[in-house]
């Protein structure tokens, strides 16, 4: 097998895509495929990092709206990222994967506190480090905690795992003259209003300069095959 072309990945998991097909819970179908995915890519070296959403519990603004006080309702939103993480981590034990859950804020009865250099530590050791609990701040979503943690475990890309297989220049299931883009720079996602990531999220992968690669979920072999140099999905990066 040929080397991978990314050394450490921060792995973006929404929620809704762990529910499966019914859109909430859990699909331990669809974890266990994703989880041996994940592991295939470690037994080929490579870190992994992965920050989970909690759409398929709680979406804190969708969810909460004006009924309830923002903050409080996005605070549930992060413990619905816990319940994922440790969702998924038990799958991958079972799979013989050694992996450590670390959260924003801090429930030490569950979960390790977040701390960057104990997370690094972990990857270095071989083992798959899952990100709770967002950014631990309300009003920001957990693509940008995926940015955030990319960011500061130096992760060579992001991997947008979602429901969609691309970029499109249009909503393909509205526009049906949509074009999919293989390549897109962070300041025409910005420009074009596309929803790749929240504009925070893409503001801060353009800042510090780290390649966003989105690609559909539905075959989780497409997380090996982006780790390998298969083009995949949508690259969103900088100019060339």
């Known amino acids: 097998m040929s080397e991978p072309q990314y050394k450490r990945v921060l792995l973006k998991l929404s929620g809704e895509a762990l529910a499966g097909g019914a859109g909430r ?12 995915v994940i592991k295939k890519c470690v037994d080929c070296g490579v870190q992994v990092g992965i920050v989970v959403g909690g759409g398929n519990f709680w979406r804190g603004l969708k969810d909460g709206g004006d009924r309830m006080e923002r903050t409080r309702a996005d605070h549930m939103g992060m413990l619905a990222t816990t319940i994922n993480a440790l969702a998924v981590a038990d799958v991958l034990e079972q799979k013989g994967v050694d992996v450590r859950v670390q959260t924003a804020i801090e429930m030490r009865a569950v979960a390790e506190p977040y701390i960057r250099s104990r997370a690094i530590r972990h990857m270095e050791k071989g083992r798959v480090v899952i990100f709770g609990c967002g950014t631990g701040n309300p009003f920001f979503s957990t693509d940008t905690a995926a940015v955030l943690r990319a960011a500061e475990i ?21 526009d049906p003259t949509a074009v999919k883009y293989d390549t897109i720079t962070y300041d025409d996602v910005l420009a074009q209003h596309l929803q790749v990531m929240d504009s925070t999220a893409t503001s801060l992968s353009m800042d510090n300069k780290i390649p966003v ?13 982006v780790v390998m140099g298969e083009k995949i999905g949508t690259i969103v990066k900088e100019e060339p």
């Open 213 to 225: 690669i989105l690609f559909a979920l539905k075959d989780p072999e497409n997380i090996l095959r």
């Open 25 to 36: 819970g859990l699909d331990f179908d669809v974890i266990g495929s994703v989880c041996d």
């Open 154 to 174: 130096d992760a060579d890309a992001i991997l947008l795992a979602k429901n969609i297989d691309g970029v499109y220049s249009a909503d393909p299931k509205k």
